[in-house]
Each structure stands twice: as structure tokens, then as C-alpha cells.
């Protein structure tokens, strides 16, 4: 089946139309080429509805888009579904969307947003009770599993570490036009939300520091050692990862502890949403038999997924990673309902994990489990949706 010719369903799709003709505006958050328009407009034109799209981008929407209900409803005349694009761009986003759903709530409204510090930031006060939020990302293993025929799943997961799942990424055969589009992705669009409203001027120093952490995926993180490496303070460190968490490159997982002092909990590991950015970062899109960070690789891949899964779920998960002073660690940790599932990724389906380390996690927690996910068992953890 050609990607081409196919539009991808998203499994957070159903989840948005859940929220529908509710009276509640509805903000979707993801990265820049994540497919937010494709979708939204998808949702409509599915079912043969009209809707006005507005692209906030653009100066001449922004002028006329003010919080003013008469100004509005000659704006969006009969139209009842309304789509702000962009709408961390709007002058006063919050409050143009609080005026529209409380003058006329039978609306659908849904707003888009590539950064969460900057449309969050505009719209939580003044929609507080008004509207529901979701998150899209890079495409997950269970949808790019869609169009891939089971002999070709394995090919698939070499592909996705590689170059990543960004949709488009999926409409080139050849690897050279995957590679000049996530080079041209990383350029023109990773930093765009951060230097467009003026949060960063030090664009060179924030690419040196996605270096840094795409050097150091599945490793414990120290600010203080990436502020020496980069030359720049630790505080700024800080604000640049909480940037880019909050415009869905990165995003943190923090040590888990409860019971044993031996346990580090002050540390941080940081991980990609998107392979194919990371490894356009640091320019390798070798095969996986020249790599040597094949176990990263897929480390970070699992706990992506996870993530992904967890954004849109009604009673979420914590995730965290576990270590002990004297090296004994597991990769994931899931709170998930008052129990705990360890799970320890491994990219090479003969390793396992320690007696020693079972041991002490499980005597810790006895309402715990331990897995270990390698390539063969990945169908477990995402053929299905967890609960």
C-alpha cells in the first residue's frame, strides 16, 4: 500500500471526536510537520462537514481575529466548525476563543499550536473549564503497523530508528530524499517556535546543546556538565531543555525513588520524540549493523512510544527509570494505577536483566513487575492499546 495515496489515521482521531459538540473549545498541541492541520481537517471533510480555516500565521487573520463577538460572528458567518491554526499567533488567543464558545457553544472550535509555553500560556485562564486539550506527535509504531504487512515490520523499525516517523518521511522510497527532508526539518522548523517569539536569541548554542543530548540518550544527564561543554550557565541549560520540551523535540524522565537510600532520584535522562531528528542532529543515518548506538536507539524508540501513548489517556501513567548508587538499574519504571512495571530494554533479544537487580527492585516494591522488550516482543507492548 503507497503512504502516498492514503490518508494515516491517528489513534488519537476517535479521541478528538469524543470531544466534540460539547461546548468546549478543543487545542491540539504538537510539533511543526507533526500533521496536526492534515488531521483536523481529516475530521471534517470525513464526513462531508464545512469549516473555516483561519492560519493564524498570517497577519491579515491576526488583524481581523479580535476578542469582539460581533467582529467575530461576521468573521465566521453560518460556519460551525471553526479551525485557528497557529493560534499562539493571535494577539489574544484565550480570550478570542473564551468569547466565541460562550456566545455561541454549539461551535466546534478547535485551535492548533506547535509550542505548549506559548499557546498554554495564553489560553489557561481564560478557557479554564472551557476546553479539552490532546497532543500529537510523530507517528506511533501502532499506526505506521497499519501499512506495513507483517513480513515488513521488521524493515519498518529499522527504518523508524533510522529516519524516524514524521508522516512525511513515509511519502519517499529513496533514502536520500529522507534524509534532505529531516535535514531541512531540523533546520527550518526545530527552532522555529523558540527564535519566533523571541525566547532564544543563541540559536547556534541551542543546536550545540541538542548535540550534546542526542549524544547522551538513555545516559543520566548532568546540567552542570553541559553547561562546561557548551560554555553557557547552567540556569540557561535548564530554560533551553524546558523550550524544548515544551515545543516536543525532548522531553525528561527523572530517577524513581521511594524506599531505598541507595536509590538516585536527583538525576535526569533525556530522550527524542523523533529518531529521525536526532540522528539528522548529529548527521548519522547509518544502518543499524555500522551503529554503536543500537541499544539507545532502541531504548529510546520504547519509551517514545510509550510517552505517545500515555499523552491522550484519561488516567495516565508516570514514567520514570531507576538506578541504585551501586549500578543496579532498570530502563523504565510505569506508576500505573498504585502498581509498578519495570520494564529493561534490550536490543539484542539474548541479554536479560540481573537476578541481583530483580531482587532488590522487587523486595522494595513487592507489588512489582519486571519485564524485559526486545524487537521480537515489541507486538506485546504496542499491538495493543494499554489500559
Request: with cysteine; charged share 25%; glycine share 4%.
Amino acid at each position: 500500500m503507497n503512504p502516498n495515496n492514503l490518508y494515516i489515521e491517528r489513534k488519537i482521531e476517535p479521541v478528538i471526536r469524543r470531544g466534540m459538540n460539547k461546548g468546549k473549545v478543543i487545542i491540539l498541541y504538537g510539533a511543526r510537520r507533526t500533521g496536526k492541520t492534515t488531521l483536523i481537517k481529516h475530521l471534517f471533510e470525513q464526513d462531508g462537514q464545512e469549516y473555516l480555516y483561519l492560519s493564524c500565521e498570517q497577519q491579515r487573520i491576526r488583524e481581523q481575529v479580535i476578542p469582539d463577538e460581533l467582529a467575530l460572528k461576521t468573521i465566521i458567518g453560518n460556519y460551525k466548525n471553526i479551525v485557528f491554526d497557529e493560534a499562539a499567533y493571535l494577539e489574544n488567543p484565550g480570550l478570542v476563543l473564551k468569547v466565541l464558545i460562550d456566545s455561541f457553544p454549539a461551535l466546534n472550535i478547535i485551535a492548533s499550536g506547535s509550542s505548549s509555553f506559548e499557546l498554554a500560556g495564553k489560553v489557561q485562564e481564560p478557557l479554564t473549564g472551557r476546553h479539552f486539550q490532546y497532543f500529537l506527535f510523530p507517528l506511533s509504531w501502532q499506526e505506521i503497523a497499519v501499512f506495513s504487512s507483517p513480513l515488513n515490520l521488521s524493515f519498518s523499525i529499522e527504518q523508524v530508528f533510522r529516519f524516524g516517523s514524521y508522516p512525511e518521511v513515509f511519502k519517499y522510497t529513496e533514502e536520500n530524499e529522507k534524509i534532505n527532508y529531516l535535514q531541512l526539518l531540523t533546520e527550518d522548523y526545530l527552532y522555529k517556535d523558540i527564535l519566533a517569539f523571541n525566547k532564544v536569541k543563541q540559536s547556534r548554542k541551542l543546536r550545540e546543546l541538542l548535540v550534546a543530548l542526542s549524544l547522551q540518550i538513555g545516559q543520566e544527564v548532568s546540567y552542570s556538565e553541559l553547561a562546561n561543554t557548551i560554555s553557557i550557565d547552567r540556569k540557561t541549560i535548564e530554560y533551553f531543555i524546558d523550550l524544548l520540551e515544551k515545543t516536543f523535540v525532548i522531553f525528561r524522565l527523572y530517577g524513581f525513588s521511594r524506599n531505598l537510600r541507595s536509590e538516585i532520584n536527583r538525576k535526569v535522562k533525556i530522550y527524542f520524540y523523533d529518531l529521525g531528528v536526532r540522528n539528522a542532529l548529529i548527521n548519522n543515518f547509518n544502518t543499524l549493523n555500522l551503529r554503536s548506538d543500537q541499544g539507545a536507539l532502541f531504548e529510546n524508540f520504547v519509551i517514545a512510544e510509550m510517552v505517545k501513548q500515555n499523552s491522550n489517556k484519561l488516567y495516565k501513567s508516570n514514567f520514570y527509570f531507576w538506578r541504585t548508587y551501586d549500578q543496579k538499574e532498570i530502563d523504565i519504571i510505569e506508576e500505573k494505577s498504585g502498581n509498578l512495571f519495570g520494564y529493561e530494554c534490550k536490543y539484542s533479544d539474548s541479554k536479560g536483566i540481573s537476578e541481583a537487580t530483580k531482587s532488590v527492585f522487587q523486595k522494595a516494591y513487592p507489588r512489582s513487575s519486571i519485564e524485559i522488550i526486545n524487537p521480537k516482543t515489541l507486538h506485546k507492548l504496542f499491538g495493543e492499546e494499554k489500559d
